[in-house]
C-alpha cells in the first residue's frame, strides 16, 4: 500500500509573549491509500493540532515550527495559501470538533453542504440538492428537505455533528480527517457517520484518519493505530493487536475503559495529569504517571522498539502477543 499522506518530524508550536510552547513535538507517521488510521489519546495530546497542520488550518497563534507533510506526492508545507485551497475542500476535507463553531448560524445547512460542490466546479444548483438530500438520508435523517432550510441553531448538537459530515464526505474526497466524528451522538447516529465513512472507504478508496477517545472505534473501524502523548507519538500498529499494548500509556487507557467483566470493581487510572506544553520535560513525558518509571526514563526520550507490526516509544515495554 502506498503511502498517500506523510507527516515526517512534525512539530507545532503555540506562540506565547516572544515564544513558542512546543505542542506536537517531532512526530512521525503515514495514512496510506485506501486505510484507515485511529489516533488515540487524551485531551491536550496534541491529536487536533496534529490533524489542522495537515490542511493548514492552524490557529492564528500556532504555527508549525519543523518537519514535512507530504500528501499524494506533493509537500503541503511548502503550498502557498492559493495551491492549498485548491487541495482543501476537495481532496482532502475535515469533520471538526467543534461544530457550533464550524458551522455558519447565519446561513441555513443546505447552503453549508451545496457549498462545497459548487466551489469545486458543480454550478448545477439542482442537481448540488438532490445529492445533498441523499448524504443527509444516508447520515439518518429521515426529513432532509427540513434539514436543508434549517439554520445550525434550530439543530441539536448531534444534529448539526451530522450536517458537518455530509459537507465532509459529499464531494468524495481523497483524505478525510475526523476529530471525534461520532461525539455527542447517539448510538445510531455514531454507527451512521462510522458506517458511512466505512463505505466511502471501501466504494471509493477514502483515506481516514479518525481521531477518537472512543477506544473501540478505533480497535473495529481502523486498520492501524497511533497512540499520542503530550505532543509525543508513542506506540503505533495494527488494530487487532490494539488490546495487546506495549506502551504503559496505551495500556492504562485500555484498562481505564468500563465494562461488563469489570462491574464491581474499581477502575485503574494512572494518577496526574497530561503534562502542560508550558511543562518542560527530557525524557519520557508519561514518566511522572508511570509505575515502572525508573531514572533512565526522565533522562532521555526512548528510541523506537519494533516488536512484529508494532513500534513502542518506552525503555521498558510490556510484553504482548503481537500479530504480524
Do not use: W
Not at 485531551?43 to 490542511?55: D, E, M, N, Y
Not at 465532509?168 to 455514531?190: C, G, H, Y
Amino acid at each position: 500500500m502506498l503511502p498517500l499522506l506523510e507527516v515526517s518530524g512534525l512539530t507545532v508550536g503555540i506562540k506565547k509573549d516572544d515564544k513558542f510552547l512546543i505542542a506536537v513535538n517531532d512526530i512521525t507517521f503515514t495514512v496510506n491509500k485506501g486505510e484507515i488510521v485511529g489516533l488515540a489519546g487524551e485531551s491536550g495530546c496534541g491529536k487536533t493540532l496534529t490533524a489542522l497542520s495537515i490542511p493548514n488550518l492552524l490557529p492564528q497563534a500556532a504555527k508549525i515550527l519543523n518537519g514535512e507533510i507530504i500528501y499524494d506526492g506533493r509537500k503541503l508545507t511548502s503550498l502557498d495559501n492559493k495551491e492549498i485551497y485548491k487541495i482543501r475542500g476537495k481532496e482532502i476535507t475535515m469533520i471538526f470538533q467543534e461544530v457550533r463553531q464550524s458551522l455558519n448560524p447565519l446561513i441555513k445547512t443546505g447552503v453549508q453542504i451545496t457549498e462545497i460542490l459548487e466551489l469545486n466546479g458543480n454550478k448545477d444548483k439542482d442537481e448540488n440538492k438532490l445529492k445533498a438530500y441523499e448524504i443527509l438520508k444516508l447520515l439518518g435523517f429521515d426529513n432532509p428537505e427540513k434539514i436543508y432550510n434549517a439554520y445550525p441553531h434550530q439543530l441539536s448538537g448531534g444534529m448539526c455533528q451530522r450536517v458537518m459530515a455530509a459537507i465532509a464526505v459529499i464531494n468524495r474526497p481523497r483524505l478525510l480527517l475526523a476529530d471525534e466524528p461520532s461525539s455527542s451522538l447517539d448510538i445510531e447516529s455514531q454507527e451512521r457517520i462510522l458506517s458511512i465513512l466505512t463505505q466511502m472507504n471501501c466504494e471509493h478508496g477514502m483515506s481516514v484518519l479518525i481521531i477518537s477517545h472512543d477506544l473501540s472505534i478505533i480497535r473495529q473501524f481502523c486498520s492501524r493505530f497511533l497512540v499520542m502523548y503530550a505532543g509525543k507519538i508513542v506506540e503505533e500498529g495494527l488494530s487487532m493487536n490494539f488490546f495487546s499494548p506495549l506502551h504503559p500509556y496505551t495500556k492504562a487507557l485500555i484498562n481505564a475503559i468500563p465494562d461488563k467483566s469489570k462491574r464491581g470493581t474499581k477502575l485503574e487510572n494512572s494518577p496526574g495529569k497530561v503534562p502542560s506544553i508550558e511543562d518542560s520535560f527530557c525524557g519520557c513525558p508519561f514518566a511522572p504517571r508511570c509505575k515502572k518509571v525508573k531514572s533512565i526514563c526522565l533522562e532521555t526520550f526512548p528510541e523506537a522498539t519494533v516488536n512484529g507490526s508494532s513500534r513502542v516509544y518506552c525503555h521498558f515495554p510490556e510484553t504482548g502477543e503481537i500479530i504480524e
